[in-house]
């Protein structure tokens, strides 16, 4: 897994769909301060990765989730990920709305999941777990069971790792931000005097207001 872990980062790099910048935070919509920024949907633009990643999340589900019916997938980040999975198994794909559609039947759920199906639901990303969880718990009260769930990369907050414990959901993601790290030092794309405000805004991300080198 470290090696995928790596492989992962260094192509999410690449294109930049993570980015880091300790000297010069980004603002979240939640409001928080962070040295990094990670906008996984970039990755559909390049097919050769838009399908390594396919390939690997479809590995890690048959590998890790035995006797899976079913994908879902997370809106909206992992709508077109979860579908392409879910093509590639050959299996049946719903996808879960951050809030009931406002008409027609009020979905949270689009698409037919049968009761009782054994679902993995993919993210693109994890950070404090809230909206994925939310999503798990759709399908559950849809009568299914969530053995599991795959994302692309996780910030491996404390708050985020409790929440999935509490919540009984297996979660398996292709890399991580200590990967990213050791893959952004590797490459100069920080330095070492760098790391020290990265790790200290991962201990406590909603109240972290910038790092000095």
């Not at 079913?70 to 709508?79: L, R």
């Not at 406002?102 to 679902?119: A, Q, R, T």
Request: contains cysteine; proline residues 4%; aromatic residues 8%.
């Amino acid at each position: 897994m470290k090696i995928l872990e790596k492989h992962v980062a260094e192509k999410l790099l690449k294109i930049k769909a993570i980015k880091l910048q300790p000297l010069n935070p980004f603002t979240w919509a939640s409001g928080w301060k962070s040295p990094i920024y990670c906008d996984n949907r970039k990755t559909l633009s390049y097919p050769a990765i838009r399908s390594y990643i396919k390939i690997e999340l479809a590995r890690v589900i048959m590998e890790n989730f035995e006797g899976v019916d079913a994908i879902a997938g997370v809106a909206t980040g992992a709508i077109a990920q979860g579908a392409l999975v879910a093509d590639l198994l050959g299996l049946p794909f719903v996808y879960i709305r951050s809030t009931p559609k406002d008409h027609g039947l009020e979905n949270l759920i689009e698409g037919d999941l049968k009761p009782g199906s054994k679902v993995v639901v993919i993210e693109d990303l994890i950070s404090t777990g809230g909206s994925s969880l939310k999503a798990v718990e759709a399908v559950r009260n849809d009568g299914c069971h969530v053995i599991g769930m795959v994302a692309i990369f996780s910030y491996g907050f404390p708050v985020s790792e409790r929440k999935f414990k509490d919540a009984k959901v297996n979660l398996i993601t292709l890399s991580n931000y200590d990967a990213v790290l050791e893959e952004a030092l590797r490459t100069d794309y920080i330095d070492e005097s760098d790391i020290k405000t990265l790790q200290e805004w991962r201990k406590d991300p909603a109240n972290w207001k910038g790092g000095d080198k």
